[in-house]
């Protein structure tokens, strides 16, 4: 006859064993089951990566795909100077994208196919601006428009590749990386281009007008400056392209009228410094001092101040004393950048309320934004 504490002590222990079998068995279940969801997980994985992978095209494929749509463009300037750029097809009309200072003065225009077909073409519109112009081909043919991507995806570190006529080689390709993005193009007409692209990709003189691609072939810009090194009209490693947003709100509008409408408040600025804020005895040491505010303009109209006193810095001076911007509806403004890539993309009519720092005290001023005037007609700014 089994002892009493003999049959407990075994009856403990199989139960042990039947919770630890049991136990062991729903681990199992458990690591069956993240086995489960984590294959599942690299299958969806892998398809993506694969469907990515067949969007994602090499460099030749790319060129392969564009070449019909990228034209060399010749021009006569009104002096009699002869210039050229590159261009794209823009749409099946035969529209054709390119660089205002390509084309903006031109006497005739001709655009020379990657076949070695040329034709004539007509000026449709520039913006002097944004740098932006459209010709249009004189007779209709078989037209290949690329296509626009959405450059505010564009990262830095992404590859493009710049296709155009460098020197008036046409059909030339050259790869990169964006370099950055949000930078400022200062233009001989006192205004800056907004929201540009920096990359490395090799451009030269001629080039000006031509696309910036990304790796699916779209077009995420329009090269039109580079860096000269030394003063030496060669390429030192930085380029500077229109965004592709700036492209799909500006052609459209020069299509259509010829022209384009761009926002205007009617304010010079200047970024705060050390030497500004210590002299005005700001509490704040972001934003933009006002230092004019010009005749006539929304600014004026809504009461906005400028400097009125001078201060010597460096071989110069600042008119100090003005309203501080440090910001426009909800957004901050700490920078030049920061405003005019706002005003970008806003339209003349459309209010803004801008908030100042007057007397030490913040403040909010509503205005209705203008219309930029032209370069002859007033000294242009933001």
């Known amino acids: 006859m089994i002892k009493k504490p003999i049959f407990i002590v075994a009856l403990t222990v199989v139960v042990f064993l039947l919770v630890a ?7 199992y279940y458990q690591v069956n089951l993240k086995l489960d969801a984590l294959s599942q997980q690299l299958q969806a994985l892998n398809e993506k990566t694969s469907h990515l992978a067949q969007n994602i095209l090499d460099t030749s494929d790319i060129y392969t795909r564009i070449e ?14 002869d210039v050229s750029g590159s261009g794209f097809i823009f749409d099946s009309l035969g529209h054709i994208v390119t660089n205002n200072h390509v084309v903006g003065n031109s006497n005739k225009i001709e655009v020379v196919f990657s076949d070695g077909n040329i034709l004539k073409a007509g000026f449709v519109g520039g913006d002097v601006y944004s740098d932006l112009a459209v010709i249009k081909l004189a007779e209709p043919v078989t037209a290949y428009p690329l296509t626009l991507a959405d450059s505010d995806t564009l990262k830095v570190g992404d590859a493009v ?17 964006v370099s950055q993005k949000g930078r400022l193009l200062a233009l001989e ?5 907004p929201d540009i692209i920096q990359f490395d990709a090799a451009i030269n003189k001629g080039n000006s007008g031509g696309p910036l691609l990304n790796s699916k072939s779209e077009v995420v810009g329009v090269t039109t400056a580079l860096t000269f090194s030394g003063g030496i009209p060669a390429f030192a490693g930085v380029g500077f392209a229109i965004s ?16 384009y409408e761009h926002s205007w408040l ?15 005895g700001l509490k704040v040491c972001r934003g933009l001092l006002i230092t004019e505010v010009l005749e006539d303009s929304p600014a004026q109209k809504a009461g906005l101040k400028g400097g009125s006193t001078q201060l010597i810095v460096g071989d110069g001076s600042i008119n100090v004393g003005g309203d501080i911007v440090i910001g426009i509806d909800a957004v901050d403004v700490k920078s030049v950048e920061d405003l005019l890539s706002y005003l970008g993309r806003k339209n003349p009519g459309d209010e803004a309320t801008l908030r100042i720092i007057r007397d030490g005290a913040e403040q909010s001023v509503t205005l209705t934004l203008g219309v930029r005037p032209l370069p002859l007609e007033q000294s242009p700014q933001d």
């Open 21 to 27: 079998v049991a136990g062991l068995g729903f681990y």
């Open 68 to 81: 019909k749509s990228v034209v060399k463009i010749e021009v006569r300037q009104n002096s009699g100077e």
């Open 161 to 177: 590749i710049a296709v155009g006529s460098p020197f008036g080689l046409g059909g030339s390709v050259t790869s990169g990386i």
């Open 189 to 193: 007409v006192g205004y800056s281009i």
């Open 244 to 259: 592709s947003n700036m492209i799909a709100k500006v052609i459209p509008s020069l299509i259509e009228k010829g022209k």
């Open 266 to 280: 009617g304010i010079n600025v200047t970024s705060l410094t050390p030497v500004i804020v210590e002299a005005m």
